[in-house]
């Protein structure tokens, strides 16, 4: 009998991270859970009736990923997929954002999934599978204004995408960047005055369409995945 695929998800307290678990979950995914909040971990965990791995770390701080990734192998014995669901945003006037904000986003966006995707890389490499999904934004090629952090950390973080992808894809590992207009997640509760949540995507609709990414035959790779809402950029 083949083990379940074991996906570590980070970001999975809440939004796409969560409703990701929650799919993967109902295909019967082993997953370990990261998040830095506990209690909506253990709550996720619960929810789902199975014997997931709950962890809290910090993914810009780098010994907490070698932790995460480390304590997933060693309950699962292996680590198929990753799927990079933290982040954050803050919106205004450039002239108004400061240093930390600015640290603050590129530390989560960019440098968080970097390291995330480093270790989860030296375990995939020797046995030449895996695959990395990393959700970035449409944000990460469409410029808006306002917003020239948040734009700068997503464009970032699309070209590391891009730039593992064709580092790995002959070793066997599978990279997906997947690209969603808005989505009415807790994102939006920090950053009010945002298009009409009712018009956005749903993060149920995002979480559905990484699990077809990461099952999707092995003799094919899905690069990139735009998602948008149906009334397109809001």
């Not at 018009?199 to 790779?221: C, F, G, I, K, N």
Request: glycine share 8%; aromatic share 6%; net charge negative.
């Amino acid at each position: 009998m083949e083990l379940a695929r074991v996906c570590l998800i980070t970001g999975a307290s809440r939004g796409i991270g969560r409703a990701t678990a929650l799919a993967l979950n109902e295909a019967g995914w082993r997953l370990s859970l990261v998040a830095r909040s506990r209690d909506p971990l253990i709550e996720l965990v619960r929810e789902t009736d199975c014997e997931h791995l709950a962890t809290v770390a910090d993914v810009t701080q780098e010994a907490d990923v070698i932790r995460a990734v480390q304590s997933t192998v060693a309950e699962f014995g292996r680590l198929d997929a990753v799927v990079c669901a933290a982040g954050t945003g803050y919106f205004g006037p450039t002239t108004d954002v400061t240093l930390e904000s600015w640290n603050t986003q590129i530390d989560a966006n960019l440098t968080g999934t970097f390291l995330v995707c480093r270790e989860a890389l030296k375990v995939m490499l020797p046995k030449r599978q895996g695959h990395l999904v990393n959700i970035l934004s449409v944000a990460s090629k469409v410029a808006f204004p306002y917003s020239a952090a948040y734009v700068a950390s997503k464009w970032g973080a699309y070209g590391l995408t891009k730039s593992l992808a064709e580092e790995v894809r002959r070793e066997g590992i599978r990279v997906t960047a997947v690209l969603p207009g808005s989505v009415d997640t807790p994102f939006w509760d920090a950053n009010p005055g945002g298009p009409p949540r009712e018009d956005m995507l749903r993060p149920e609709a995002v979480a559905q369409t990484v699990r077809y990414a990461l099952e999707a035959p092995t003799d094919a790779s899905v690069d990139e995945i735009h998602l948008m809402p149906p009334k397109g950029v809001l």
